[in-house]
C-alpha cells in the first residue's frame, strides 16, 4: 500500500473510533466529511429527492451504529457508501417507490454548459428511466444506477454491494435488458440510455 495511502487509511480508522468512542467533534467531524458521499449514492441510485433527508439520517444511524467495526480494509468513504447502498436497497425493497419527480441531470450535463432545453429534455429522459427502474429487482437497479448512471467500473460497484464481480455484471445485464424493453416504444429513453453508455468508465 502506497505511504499516502496507508497514512490516511490509518486517519480514517483513528477519527472512526475516536466517533465510535463519543467524541462529539470526531463525529462532526466524520459526518460533514461523508454527507456528500452518501447523498450522491443514495440519490444515484433512487433518482428523487423526495426520501433523500430521511434515508441520508438512516445512512449515518447505521454508519455511527457500525463504527467499531471499521477497520481501514477500504477508504472510510467507501465503507460509508456501502451503508448508503444498504439503507437504499432495504428501501426499494420495503415498497414500490412512486414515479420520481426528478432535480436529478444538471451535474450530468452542467460541464457542456447546457442550454435550457437540453437540461429539460435531460430532465424528462432521466425521469423516464427511473420510472422504468422501478420496475426493476432492487439488487439489479442498484448495480446498473451506480454502474450506468453514476459512472462506477464494475469492480467500485461489487465493493459497494458486497458482491462478486460476476454478481454484478449479471444484475447489470438483466437490469439494462428491462429498461431496454420499456425503451423500445420510447424513442427519449433508448437516446439517453445510448448517451449515457457511450459515457467514460
Not at 100 to 111: G, P
Not at 144 to 151: M, N, P
Not at 153 to 162: D, H, R, Y
Request: hydrophobic letters at 45%; glycine letters at 2%; charged letters at 30%.
Amino acid at each position: 500500500m502506497e505511504a499516502a495511502v496507508k497514512a490516511t487509511r490509518e486517519a480514517d480508522v483513528a477519527l472512526a473510533q475516536r466517533a465510535a468512542d463519543g467524541d462529539r467533534a470526531a463525529q462532526r467531524e466524520l459526518f460533514h466529511a461523508q454527507k456528500h458521499a452518501v447523498h450522491h449514492t443514495l440519490f444515484r441510485i433512487l433518482g428523487s429527492n423526495r426520501e433523500i433527508e430521511d434515508l441520508l439520517q438512516d445512512s449515518f444511524l447505521e454508519i455511527f451504529r457500525a463504527l467499531t467495526s471499521f477497520r481501514g480494509d477500504s477508504s472510510l468513504a467507501t465503507w460509508c457508501r456501502t451503508i448508503a447502498t444498504r439503507v437504499a436497497y432495504l428501501a426499494i425493497s420495503k415498497r414500490k417507490p412512486p414515479t420520481v419527480e426528478l432535480a436529478l441531470v444538471e451535474d450530468l450535463v452542467a460541464q457542456d454548459a447546457p442550454t435550457a432545453d437540453r437540461v429539460v429534455h435531460a430532465r424528462d429522459a432521466a425521469r423516464r428511466l427511473y420510472a422504468a427502474l422501478d420496475r426493476v429487482d432492487a439488487k439489479q437497479r442498484i448495480a446498473f444506477a451506480l454502474f450506468a448512471i453514476d459512472g462506477l467500473s464494475i469492480a467500485e460497484v461489487a465493493a459497494l454491494t458486497e458482491s462478486t464481480r460476476v454478481a454484478v455484471k449479471t444484475r447489470i445485464w438483466r437490469a439494462r435488458k428491462d429498461v431496454m424493453k420499456r425503451a423500445a416504444s420510447d424513442a427519449v429513453l433508448r437516446t439517453y440510455l445510448a448517451e449515457l453508455e457511450g459515457g467514460p468508465r
